[in-house]
């Protein structure tokens, strides 16, 4: 009597396809040769195998694991982010210039030159940075990160987060709330409104608040909030609830009347998403304590502008390697579809670059609900990262993996070789400016960044 054949299909799934489909038990392998089968990809992999950049690695995750980001306070964005002017926007992902950007962020260009008053009105606006008066710089190039179109104009309040470990610092913006707001490109009158409202108000006490907190461990919210069911990118409805409790004390102790303080309470309760604007920081000048370790192959910058996708490597210092930026696919809000869609934009993707975010998502399963997909397939995005990440944190650990640690430190070589890339949960703009957000979904940075970087980390350590 002849035995059922066991099948083992490697690589290419047509035969197991086709042979499940006669019935036949199939367990298939899916692999590629390293790189694609590229062979100057696989021979920069090879070049890259060695014991020094084992150990320039090692250097930059014990850098990573070790930082420690507490907010220490706010300010405004002209007296302390280094080389900002009034004449100065930053903006999220790779530089670019008026000419080259999506709807999005001359959207929130328009809106951010009126806020300062520098025009008056759309068609003022578009004509002053169409003229070259402005200077546009990514934020990542100042300490900076802002979500979305992640624009940073001279008087706008931001978040100073500190690495206690390192002595460095990161800045951000605070978190405006979802729907028709300035990093989505809206300015009309009621955006501007409340951004004004934030500085004149909101700012000045929560400012108060933080001083007399004394700083926030940004380290333990995450870690808290992770164990609560958040990732920390577009799902933070923990880590804002612990910010709250943690600020009530400090908000209601301070000089702020009792309708700002109440307003405060209603904002940053009204908004889900007021902790990424700490998260993000707080993973931005953990990422900076890592970088510019020669021989590295560790990814401390990933970055959207709307037009363009570009990643920074350790090893490659402030190098940007860009592709252009990719299609979201997920959940609109009624009314919008995909034809609406901006490509991906925002510096939020600083949390996966980080080791939470997307590469958490299996320990979060309510997050699938706002950008599309099941809970088991987030649950196997988070345990594929484990094969492109440098090291597991500690300090990060998730529930749902019976509390393994996050998987930390994206690292080029990796991706390169199996061709898995990092996933990334974010919000959706609408590719016109002044409308604003239009759903949530999942997006994979293009794979030609981390070639492109591969083969110049190869380049810069030839003799």
């Keep these: ?258 309708e700002t303080v109440a307003r405060a309470f209603a904002f940053i309760s009204g908004n889900d998403h007021f902790f990424l604007n700490l998260s993000m920081p707080a993973m931005k000048c953990s990422l900076d304590a890592a970088h510019n370790i020669p021989r590295s192959t560790l990814v401390t910058t990933m970055a959207r502008n709307g037009t363009e996708f570009g990643i920074r490597v350790s090893g490659t210092g402030d190098r940007w390697f860009t592709a252009p930026a990719q299609t979201i696919r997920g959940l609109f809000f009624p009314g919008f579809t995909e034809a609406d869609a901006n490509p991906d934009i925002g510096d939020s993707a600083i949390t996966e670059t980080g080791g939470i975010g997307g590469l958490c998502m299996g320990n979060a399963p309510a997050i699938v609900g706002f950008v599309g997909g099941t809970a088991a397939d987030a649950l196997r995005y988070t345990l594929s990262m484990y094969e492109l990440t440098l090291a597991e944190n500690p300090a990060f650990t998730l529930p749902a993996l019976n509390f393994r640690g996050a998987p930390t430190g994206i690292d080029v070589r990796r991706v390169v070789e199996t061709g898995i890339l990092p996933i990334i949960n974010t919000g959706i703009a609408h590719r016109e400016p002044g409308i604003g957000m239009v759903g949530a979904g999942l997006v994979h940075p293009p794979r030609e960044c981390f070639e492109q970087a591969l083969l110049a980390l190869v380049e810069e350590q030839r003799p």
């Excluded at 001083?211 to 990732?231: F, P």
């Design 1 to 258: 009597m002849i035995a059922e054949p066991r099948i083992l299909n490697i690589g290419t799934s047509l035969f197991a396809d086709a042979l499940a489909a006669q019935g036949a038990t199939v367990l298939h392998v899916d692999w590629q040769p390293p790189g694609g089968g590229n062979p100057r990809l696989a021979a920069a992999l090879a070049a890259l195998e060695r014991p020094d950049v084992e150990q320039a690695n090692r250097q930059a995750i014990e850098r990573l694991l070790q930082a420690r980001p507490v907010l220490v306070g706010m300010g405004i964005a002209g007296e302390i982010i280094p080389g900002m002017t009034q004449t100065t926007v930053l903006h999220a992902g790779p530089p670019i210039q008026w000419d080259q950007m999506s709807g999005p962020l001359r959207g929130a260009v328009i809106g951010g030159l009126i806020y300062e008053g520098l025009a008056q009105s759309e068609e003022d606006a578009t004509a002053l940075a169409a003229s070259g008066a402005i200077r546009f710089v990514p934020c990542h190039e100042r300490a900076a990160v802002g979500p979305m179109a992640g624009v940073i104009t001279a008087s706008m309040p931001v978040f100073i987060v500190e690495n206690r470990a390192a002595g460095n610092r990161a800045y951000a913006t605070v978190n405006e709330g979802l729907g028709k707001v300035l990093r989505y490109g809206a300015y009309a009158p009621d955006v501007i409104e409340k951004l004004k409202w934030i500085a004149e108000r909101f700012y000045p006490a929560l400012r108060e608040a933080i001083e007399r907190s004394g700083g926030l461990d940004l380290q333990a919210l995450i870690a808290q909030a992770l164990h609560m069911g958040d990732e920390c990118h577009n799902r933070n409805r923990a880590g804002t609830s612990l910010f709250i409790r943690a600020i009530t004390p400090h908000l209601l102790a301070g000089s702020a009347d009792r």
